[in-house]
Every structure is written in C-alpha cells, then in structure tokens.
C-alpha cells in the first residue's frame, strides 16, 4: 500500500500548470500530485493532510498519469479505490490469453500473469480477479469421452424427433406425454467430491474405511412423476423390473419418453417386449455421450452430499440417497440448459404442444 506501483507521470507538465493554475480545486490536486512527487511521502499520511480520502488521491494519480491536465477536471473518485494492479486494458488481454484453452489450474494462471505482465498475485487474490472481473467459475470439469461424436446433438434431436412424430400420428398431445431420463449410478461411502473451506490448510475428514455401495437406478422426469430405487444388479430383469415401478409411478399419463444411454440391457428383448406393453418410448442417447443427460448433473450433487457425512451403513447410505433424490429431482435446474436445446423450439415437440 506505501506507494508501490505509484509514479507521478509528467512531472514538467505538473509543474508548469501549478504555476499558473487559478482554480482552487484544481490547483488543490496539482499540489498534492507535486508534493507527492517530490517527497514520496506515506500516501495515506499525505491524503490526510490534505483532507481528502485516500480512495481519492489515487484517483487523482491515476487520471493525471493516463490523461493529464484534462483528468483532473473530472469530479467524483470518492468510490474508486486503488487502481488495481491489472487494468482494465490489462484483463481484456489476459482475457484473450485465458481464452486460448478452456481450462486452466489456479497456478498455470498465476504464471500466465506473471510471464506476461510481471505481476505475482496470491491465490486469494487471483480467485477475486477470475471471479469477480473476469465472471470465470471454478470447479471441476465434466469428463467429455474422446469418443464422443461431433454431431451427437444433432443424433439425439433426430431420435427425439422420430418418437414425438410417432406420438402425433397417434393422436397424443403434449399433456398425454410424460418424458424423463433414465440412468444409474453407484455411490460410494468413501467418495470425496465436495470442496470445502476450512482454517487448516490441509483438512481432515473422518471416513467410514468399510467400502461399501449402492447400486442406484433413477427417472428424472422433466415431466411427471420422477422415480429412484436400488437395483441388485443392472441386469435385462431389473431394468424392466425399474420401468414397471416408472409406468406406476405415471399411470395418468398415455405414454412416457424415457432417455438413456445405450448399455445392453437396455436392447435386451424382455425389455424391448415390456416397454411395448407398458406404453414407453425409448430413445437412445449418442454413444458416448453422458453429459447429454441431465442426470448425470443430478447424481453428481448427490455425491457432495454424501461426501460430506460421516455413513456407518449401508442402509443409512440409501436412507441420505433417498432423501437426496425426493429433493434433487424436484428441480428441472439440471435441465435447463437440455430444454433450451432439444424442446423449445423444436418443431415436432410443438407441433403436440398445439
């Protein structure tokens, strides 16, 4: 704070205008900017003697350094603080470098700014710039499989298409159809997925070393009625056994949409046989393709909260999985993104919409 990175620029141009200045205000900047020059004295002592802010007195620095006689005509400053160490000129091109790549560690950063504009930063201090100025988040990314394809948006769009123009040449409206996704997943008691602030640097969380897991099956509808239970297994007879308790869970819809990925149960016969008979539509998600189903987002939050409980049993595990889930599934905010980009305007989903 004791004037590091605090210059007075044109100092010939300073002093010639407070020679021959006549307005007091003006005349009470240049002589501040000139003792400040001159004597390099403490910077919030010297603001004091002059009776102003110290918020202000580096305002008045930095409009005479960027545009001299001219800056100090411009009233207000009273909010503006200390210029920070990276301009505004200075983000937008660290801006453009950050853009280079979609992600980044904290410390890759700190060497970024540091190779290119010779500034170190702390990691507190970098985490304020990246969120605050820069509106850059922090977490962990979403694995993307290297075999994912490049048009898989466009695969689920055509898939989803083809079933809504089948419900409509069957006579189904929008409110005759409930539509979910279908997925599982296996939580661990162990798992550690959650960031958390503490005062020590590397805390400590006691765990249950038992391993044990739940084998957890899920409908997040986006309408209708949202399902979970535990399976034995994700063998052919549970998978048809989960899509019985879906068709009970939405008996006053005609007919359900279920999406999910392409696991071979999932084409087994006695499930292509019951779905037939329980009024489901399936449609398959690309091939390696997880993060077009929302539900993945949902069992990912599920996971942090298990992550942050001490579970002696398996069944306290599903007892937290089942309170979790009636909570989470309630909630289409795992969704938006999926309904923006596969229902509104779709055409064939307006087209039962009518």
């Known amino acids: 704070m004791k004037g590091d990175r605090l210059a007075i620029d044109r100092q010939p141009e300073l002093q010639a205008h407070l020679g021959c200045e006549t307005d007091g205000k003006i005349r009470l900047k240049l002589a501040f900017l000139q003792c400040f020059a001159c004597f390099q004295p403490d910077f919030e002592?010297?603001?004091?003697?002059?009776?102003?802010?110290?918020?202000t007195g580096y305002w008045w620095i930095r409009n005479w350094n960027q545009r001299g006689y001219e800056g100090l005509q411009e009233s207000g400053g009273e909010n503006a603080g200390r210029p920070p160490l990276l301009d505004d000129f200075d983000i937008l091109h660290l801006a453009s470098l950050?853009?280079?790549?979609v992600c980044w560690t904290t410390q890759e950063i700190r060497d970024l700014i540091?190779?290119?504009f010779g500034i170190e930063y702390s990691r507190f201090q970098l985490a304020r710039i990246l969120r605050k100025r820069l509106k850059m988040h922090f977490g962990k990314p979403f694995p993307r499989d290297y075999q994912r394809p490049a048009n898989a948006e466009e695969i689920l769009e055509e898939n989803l298409n083809k079933v809504f123009k089948e419900l409509k040449n069957k006579g189904l409206k929008e409110k005759d159809i409930a539509l979910g996704?279908?997925?599982?997943t296996s939580p661990q008691n162990r798992a550690n997925t959650v960031r958390m602030w503490s005062f020590q640097s590397s805390p400590v969380m006691i765990k249950n070393?038992?391993?044990?897991?739940?084998?957890t099956i899920g409908f997040y509808a986006i309408k209708g009625n949202s399902r979970q239970a535990f399976?034995?297994?994700?063998?052919?007879?549970?998978?048809?056994?989960?899509?019985e308790q879906v068709k009970q869970a939405n008996l006053d819809y005609k007919a359900i949409v279920?999406?999910?990925d392409n696991y071979t149960s999932h084409h087994a016969v006695i499930v292509k046989e019951a779905v037939e008979s329980l009024g489901i539509y399936l449609v398959s998600l690309p091939s390696h393709s997880p993060d077009l189903n929302p539900e993945e987002y949902l069992w990912k939050s599920m996971k942090r909260e298990l992550s942050k409980v001490f579970?002696?049993?398996e069944e306290e595990m599903k007892a937290i999985i089942t309170k979790s889930w009636d909570t989470l599934s309630m909630s289409l905010t795992f969704a938006k993104h999926w309904i923006e980009e596969f229902l509104i305007g779709n055409d064939c989903y307006s087209e039962l919409c009518s």
Do not use: M, Y
């Not at 002592?45 to 918020?55: D, S, V, Y």
């Not at 996704?181 to 599982?184: G, Q, S, T, Y």
């Not at 070393?209 to 084998?215: E, G, M």
């Open 311 to 313: 579970i002696e049993t």
């Open 114 to 116: 540091k190779a290119n």
């Open 181 to 184: 996704f279908v997925d599982e």
């Open 98 to 101: 950050l853009k280079e790549k």
């Open 258 to 260: 279920v999406i999910w």
């Open 45 to 55: 002592a010297l603001c004091q003697a002059f009776g102003i802010a110290t918020p």
């Open 231 to 243: 399976l034995e297994n994700s063998k052919k007879e549970s998978i048809r056994g989960f899509l």
């Open 209 to 215: 070393t038992d391993h044990f897991k739940s084998n």
